[in-house]
């Protein structure tokens, strides 16, 4: 039978008094006023159990993220939102939020936000090192990135938006691994932006930048293990190189270890070569 309300027992033909004393035997479980389950109920019997004690309940925040797969870990306590005339005093294992939403899911049975809405509630509440793991972690893994800021573009009262609007500009979404996105990130905190695993001619590069003809390689550690992929790697650059680009390569262990000295020196080459060829082609004779 799972998780039922007084009512829907009794319309299954349980009487208020069979109720009372199977309650009182322990065959049933009281979670909730009016709310009860047939055996121990597990997390998502009690989120079943908090939307049938409040009917406008909507499950959110964490809870709302666990179930969507954005979190890895089940919390400590289900979270929902109600509509803001509701009551929210509740129990110590729930947490009710009074707000109005302008989209409702569905997933399990349940009435939920949405995938998007409840990444935002989230994020919206970490502190900026588990802020942008949790971004780097959810962002075109689990949703792309321009639903995410269609809505914190429309909540701009809300709190946390301010860094959530700042990781959105920072999350270098078509990173390939953690170093590349580790070296995005840097660069874009400075306000200085490349091209992520963009084509050039018949190769790919990490980052690139094609007015200063620039390539940024981030190697992995295993990257060179194999033979015919060294091998390969040098012909690619060999070509890239000589057709006028310039090929920075750098491992991931100096990415961690470095960080800084790595963007500063990616910043003063690019900037270099930028002036340069600009200069060049302002001196070139016309035909």
């Not at 009512?7 to 909730?32: D, H, P, Y």
């Not at 509701?86 to 294992?93: E, L």
């Amino acid at each position: 039978m799972g998780v039922r309300t007084a009512a829907q027992l009794v319309e299954s033909g349980m009487s208020r008094g069979a109720i009372a004393r199977r309650v009182k035997s322990g065959t049933l479980t009281r979670v909730l006023p009016q709310v009860y389950a047939t055996d121990k109920p597990d997390f998502v019997d009690l989120c079943t159990a908090v939307t049938l004690w409040k009917s406008d309940a909507v499950i959110s925040h964490l809870t709302a993220a666990w179930l969507w797969g954005l979190v890895e870990h089940e919390p400590d306590r289900v979270e929902a939102t109600i509509d803001p005339s509701s009551s929210a005093r509740c129990p110590q294992w729930i947490r009710l939020y009074r707000r109005t939403l302008p989209t409702i899911a569905t997933f399990r049975g349940l009435r939920v936000v949405t995938i998007e809405q409840a990444f935002v509630d989230v994020a919206a509440t970490l502190p900026t090192a588990e802020l942008e793991r949790f971004f780097d972690s959810v962002i075109d893994n689990h949703i792309p990135w321009r639903r995410v800021a269609l809505i914190v573009g429309t909540a701009k009262g809300m709190n946390g938006m301010k860094a959530l609007r700042e990781q959105l500009r920072r999350c270098c979404p078509g990173t390939r691994s953690e170093p590349e996105r580790i070296v995005a990130r840097a660069l874009t905190a400075r306000n200085f932006y490349m091209e992520l695993n963009a084509r050039v001619g018949q190769f790919y590069g990490d980052l690139v930048d094609f007015r200063a003809r620039v390539i940024v390689e981030i190697d992995g550690r295993m990257f060179h293990s194999d033979p015919a992929t060294f091998d390969s790697d040098r012909r690619r650059q060999n070509q890239l190189v000589l057709e006028g680009w310039l090929v920075l390569r750098y491992s991931a262990a100096t990415v961690h270890a470095d960080l800084d000295r790595v963007v500063e020196e990616i910043i003063t080459v690019v900037r270099r070569r930028r002036k340069s060829i600009d200069s060049s082609s302002r001196t070139l004779p016309r035909i």
